[in-house]
């Protein structure tokens, strides 16, 4: 019966700590993104710093991406097929919302948009481009496969 006991204590307290921990996670540099989250992502939770920083151009701190519950290293927040980094610094000659497909909501996304604007001998701007056979077909409908060995 004594063991039942110390049994059912040590399960009850086990149970309580893990409603603690889920409620109030712990949060050793403070910066008030849990120590858990900040290690799956590849930071460092013994540095608070890193809460405001913002490693993919989307202009929002890796705190705000924990909120948001977003990945901190995806170069491409919306998914359009142009990197946070082109987008925030108008690499193509606009800037445009690393958080919004269509910027200027006009129906038309981005990626499209700025098709007149790449420049296909800058590297750079190559680079920052994610949907690069689907840029390729339609620039270059007639012989993409050209272009496609140009990239490698």
């Given at each position: 019966m004594?063991n039942?006991?110390?049994?059912?204590?040590?399960l009850?307290?086990?149970?309580?700590?893990?409603?603690?921990?889920?409620?109030?996670?712990?949060?050793?540099?403070?910066?008030?993104?849990?120590?858990?989250?900040?290690?799956?992502?590849?930071?460092?939770?013994?540095?608070p710093?890193g809460?405001?920083?913002?490693?993919?151009?989307?202009?929002l701190?890796?705190?705000?991406?924990?909120?948001?519950?977003?990945d901190?290293?995806?170069?491409?927040?919306?998914?359009?097929g142009?990197s946070?980094?082109a987008?925030?610094?108008?690499?193509?000659?606009?800037?445009?919302?690393?958080?919004e497909?269509?910027?200027d909501?006009?129906g038309?996304?981005?990626?499209?948009?700025?098709?007149?604007?790449?420049?296909?001998?800058?590297?750079?701007?190559i680079?920052?481009?994610?949907?690069k056979?689907?840029?390729?077909?339609?620039l270059?409908p007639l012989?993409?496969?050209?272009?496609?060995l140009?990239?490698?």
């Amino acid at each position: 019966m004594r063991n039942l006991l110390i049994i059912t204590m040590l399960l009850f307290l086990f149970v309580a700590c893990e409603v603690v921990y889920a409620q109030h996670p712990l949060d050793t540099d403070g910066d008030g993104i849990p120590d858990r989250w900040e290690v799956d992502h590849e930071l460092n939770p013994y540095d608070p710093s890193g809460a405001n920083l913002d490693y993919n151009y989307d202009n929002l701190t890796n705190l705000e991406e924990y909120k948001k519950r977003w990945d901190p290293w995806d170069k491409d927040t919306d998914g359009d097929g142009i990197s946070n980094y082109a987008e925030y610094t108008g690499l193509f000659g606009f800037v445009s919302d690393p958080l919004e497909k269509d910027t200027d909501d006009d129906g038309l996304d981005d990626l499209k948009e700025i098709y007149r604007y790449i420049d296909i001998d800058n590297r750079t701007q190559i680079d920052e481009i994610y949907q690069k056979k689907m840029i390729i077909s339609q620039l270059f409908p007639l012989y993409p496969g050209i272009f496609l060995l140009w990239l490698r």
